[in-house]
């Protein structure tokens, strides 16, 4: 289970190595090498981040590495780890490339409590485009990246982490495509954690005109329903889900 004491910072990076020593920024910068040369086959066309430049030529294949959509729940907490009634639920996203961390566009949701709360937060980043077409096309998605969820509980807690990669059709408002990257869910004193790449590919049929938005989001829930008394609230309740996308291959396949 997770120490109160433990320092905010320290922990984040603790569950951001997912526990087992795997460093995010070497892991995140071995996979840069090489940016979009992964992609194997015809020369690929580079998407560009700017709103001015959201088409999606259903003709020819494109690989996008920067994203241009995110979401984060406002942060809620008790604003000191000190005292007994201790809780926080955050979120965050990065859109573009840090180049300094070589970092990829991320979206990360945490939760944490010392006492009886419900918390529930949540966060996501991708990309949003615009399909241009003469017809319906089936397009295969090739999403890439890295994502991680860890809980720790305590009696009669309960904890949840997940992290997917979505299609969703704005146009429409209906979800395509769902790919599960990592789901961890934790109860009564256990703990759990899963970490790694992924790589997820689906083919769904875009229609010219409509707008999508393709993107990886994270989820995490801490429920506690009997607080720590009598000055002994040592551990806490936690979720913590992180996701980022290393890039999206858009691929014509039949029309």
């Not at 120490?3 to 996979?31: D, H, M, V």
Request: with cysteine; glycine share 8%; hydrophobic share 35%.
């Amino acid at each position: 289970m997770t120490q109160r004491s433990e320092k905010p910072e320290i922990k984040r990076e603790r569950l951001e190595n997912a526990g087992e020593g795997l460093g995010r920024r070497p892991f995140l910068a071995g996979l840069a090498v090489g940016g979009a040369a992964l992609v194997l086959g015809v020369p690929v066309v580079s998407g560009s981040h700017t709103p001015e430049h959201l088409t999606l030529r259903l003709d020819r294949k494109t690989t996008f590495t920067e994203m241009n959509r995110g979401y984060a729940k406002p942060r809620e907490d008790s604003d000191d780890a000190v005292v007994d009634d201790y809780y926080a639920a955050w979120a965050d996203y990065s859109l573009r490339r840090d180049e300094y961390d070589e970092q990829d566009p991320y979206a990360v949701a945490s939760t944490e409590t010392a006492v009886v709360k419900d918390l529930r937060t949540r966060a996501w980043v991708g990309r949003r485009f615009k399909a241009s077409g003469a017809k319906p096309t089936q397009v295969g998605f090739t999403v890439t990246g890295w994502a991680a969820a860890t809980t720790d509980t305590g009696p009669m807690d309960n904890a949840v982490a997940i992290v997917r990669v979505r299609l969703y059709d704005l146009t429409t408002k209906e979800f395509l495509r769902e790919r599960l990257l990592r789901e961890v869910r934790s109860e009564n004193g256990a703990s759990d954690r899963q970490y790694g790449t992924y790589r997820r590919t689906f083919k769904p049929v875009l229609t010219p005109g409509h707008t999508y938005t393709l993107y990886v989001e994270t989820r995490a829930r801490s429920s506690r329903k009997r607080s720590y008394v009598d000055g002994n609230p040592t551990y806490l309740c936690d979720a913590y889900a992180i996701g980022d996308i290393k890039s999206i291959t858009a691929t014509p396949i039949s029309g």
